[in-house]
């Protein structure tokens, strides 16, 4: 597409028609059936997350195992805002409340990225994994003994705001971020640091910037998912936010291929999916799930829609 | 002062099991480089292997009884050494090329497989079982201080077990071939040695742990159920990092700090409720200081 007179270059207007479309079609949302929304909205928040993780974990080439704690920490900031905040202000305002508390969600969550961006600059591979699913589980135990985000027994009556235009409005918002941040001219430094960082280091690129700035932004974007999470099921609970909840979200960018955002978009959607296919199974549910896992990475560890292409391209 | 020993003398039974455990992690991770994360799993399985076994042993020899728990223990042990080396041949060995992330995940997926295999109503079900008794319990009193003949039987396992290990490592053509594989696989390999079989043997030797733990564990937990295997693991391999992962006397280490650090923590009101949070900021407190762990030796990557 040539973009010689606009100013709009062609990755912003894909966004931009991407937030028209998704705020379009949710005018209609009454239309479709309850059950489906609230599949296609998890489908959503499901590629928020797994484009965020893609950035730190494919682009960057460090492995989290933490993207449920920041997605808690949004998630939970988000909705305690908009339960104290909606009822002291009119209705008319709702959107606005919303976008603050989404944003105050992620900047929340980024500093927690910071957080566990930081012990990245002595720690690598295993160790890293570890730190970071200690983070996870950390925010996991605080939430649990929080009294004021209801503690164990869960966050209730948050406000239903998520909307299906919210939601694929921010992811669109979420893919043009993270696509043109790894394809600036700064951003192919995330890739040099995930192919080698020594040779990454000699060429004057500071690996540990960019693994900070990875791990902020991708913490950022996975505070929004929760936000939008915590305003569609209307209920959070810490348990929603363990370890498991982490390992689906590596699944997908596995699946779609480190680094590949179109692929993990389209594994994002799929394993969303996956579970209500098979619902009818549902005490085998989980097992095949596992075994996908185990299956998926002795065929097709580089994901299912990786063909040939240079590791690291965006 | 009564109470700081009594926290003390429960702190090192637990850190004994944990320490069991870690070493089980430490020992793959050594020959292999990467975190079993079915490790868990396997003391779970362990578990169970006495539970079923209790009641065919007792119509032979009576439990609780000390011959009695030591056969059940035995046949558990070898039920575990065998699942043990046939994860490694099913799951991990096909991979062993691969970059250790996707063995990681692997094993991530393992562990899921065996905890929703074992949840399925068809295998053990998701509820909690008792588990039965295997040896005869008794408490004894040293002025205000209570020490149960379980605490007594699972430091003293440990300490022998942990003395065979050292043999086995140290001592024997076996251990010489692990430490070797565990230095540099492929001069190991030009040397001779089978690696396979290395491998295996490690699998078996830290799965055979496992077991040992798991029963350990059992005997002092309420009951038993197919996720048992979780928080233990989870902190024997915390103990296993923090003490320096691939490191033996580091992992032994780790595991006694642990369970020391989480019996007082937990007798500390205010602080119980945050145990598993506790363990995780020191690991990353200590990983910042030494990243390495606390035995082990930095490495200078050499370009």
Known sequence: ?314 | MDWLLQQLINGLALGSIYALIALGYTMVYGVLRFINFAHADVLMLGAYAAYFLAPAVNSVIPLPSLTGAVIVTLISVMICTGIGILIEFLAYRPLRKRPRLTVLITAIGVSLFIEFTCQHSAVFGADTKPFPQLLPEHDYHFGGLVVSSNDLVVVVTTLLLLAGLWFIVQRTKMGTAMRAVSHNQQAAALMGININRIISFTFGLGSALAAIAGILYAMKAPGIDPLMGVQPGLRAFIAAVLGGIGNLPGAALGGLILGLLETFAGGISGLSNYRDGIAFAILILILLFKPAGLLGKATVEKV
């Open chain 1, 1 to 314: 597409m040539s973009s010689s007179s606009s100013y709009l270059t062609g990755a912003k207007r894909w966004m931009i028609a991407g937030i028209v479309l998704a705020v379009v079609v949710s005018m209609f949302s009454a239309q479709f059936n309850r059950y489906h929304l609230g599949i296609i909205v998890d489908i959503g928040i499901n590629i928020i997350l797994a484009v965020s993780l893609n950035l730190i974990n494919g682009h960057t080439g460090q492995f989290s195992l933490g993207h449920a704690g920041f997605m808690a920490v949004g998630g939970y900031t988000a909705a305690k805002i908009s339960l104290v905040v909606s009822p002291m202000l009119p209705p008319a305002l709702q959107p606005l409340i919303f976008l603050v508390a989404l944003i105050a969600g992620g900047l929340l969550a980024a500093l927690a990225g910071f957080g566990v961006g930081v012990p990245s600059l002595r720690l690598k591979g295993d160790y890293l994994a570890i730190v970071t699913l200690g983070f996870g589980e950390i925010i996991r135990v605080i939430v649990q003994n929080m009294e004021a985000v209801g503690a164990a027994s869960g966050l209730k009556g948050i406000p239903k705001y998520t909307t299906l235009g919210w939601t694929f409005g921010l992811a669109a918002v979420t893919i043009y971020f993270v696509t043109s941040l790894v394809n600036s001219t700064y951003g192919r430094g995330f890739i040099a640091v995930s192919d080698d960082e020594v040779a990454a280091s000699s060429m004057g690129i500071n690996p540990v910037r960019y693994k900070v700035t990875a791990f902020v932004t991708g913490a950022f974007f996975a505070g929004i998912a929760g936000g939008l999470y915590a305003h569609h099921k209307q209920f959070l609970s810490p348990t929603g936010f363990d370890f498991l909840k982490s390992i689906d979200i590596v699944v997908m960018v596995i699946l779609g291929g480190m680094g590949r955002t179109a692929g993990v978009v389209v594994a994002a959607i799929i394993l969303t999916l996956l579970p209500e296919v098979l619902r009818q199974f549902s005490e085998y549910r989980m097992i095949i799930y596992s075994l996908l896992i185990i299956v998926l990475m002795m065929a097709r560890p580089q994901g299912l829609f990786t063909w040939n292409r240079k590791k690291g391209a965006a």
